[in-house]
């Protein structure tokens, strides 16, 4: 068999295929790279966004928002001094976006103006922070991503 260039193109072709096809096999059978969905439920949260479009835009009305900082326990949310803090009620919600198993959820139940997210719950890196609450009827979202 004579090689030409031809030949040397159609090898080539193959080579890169086959390297490609390598690369997609490995990332779709190796469990190290297996990523979920953002959320399982993701046409109802859909159906659910203008609502919380309302509840961001309210809560910009307000003179002070939502503030955290992280301290030695953990993140600390203060939320406005303005506001009677046994009204406010909501959950707060923490989303990881590297391994679910990690996502929690808690409610909202205030002593002062502050509220503690416990540093054994945490791993350094980022997180989505969602807080929905209400005070008096009124309905309130502050989203933020962090670093921990």
Not at 1 to 17: C, D, Y
Not at 129 to 139: A, F, H, L, P, R
């Given at each position: ?96 976006p590297s391994n679910k ?48």
């Amino acid at each position: 068999m004579k090689f030409n260039w031809g030949t040397g193109i159609v090898l080539a072709f193959i080579g890169f295929i086959s390297f490609i096809m390598y690369f997609v096999i490995m990332m779709i059978t190796n469990e190290k790279y297996e990523y979920d969905l953002v959320t399982e439920n993701y046409y109802g949260k859909e159906l659910e966004f203008q609502h919380d479009i309302d509840k961001q835009h309210h809560a910009k009305t307000l003179e002070k928002n939502i503030r955290w900082i992280k301290t030695e326990e953990g993140i600390q949310l203060t939320f406005p001094e303005t506001m009677e803090f046994n009204n406010i009620t909501g959950k707060v919600f923490l989303y990881r976006p590297s391994n679910k198993h990690l996502d929690f959820e808690s409610k909202i139940s205030l002593s002062n103006h502050n509220l503690l997210i416990p540093d054994k719950r945490l791993l350094d890196g980022r997180w989505n922070i969602t807080v929905d609450w209400q005070y008096k009827g009124n309905s309130y979202l502050y989203k933020k991503e962090i670093s921990y």
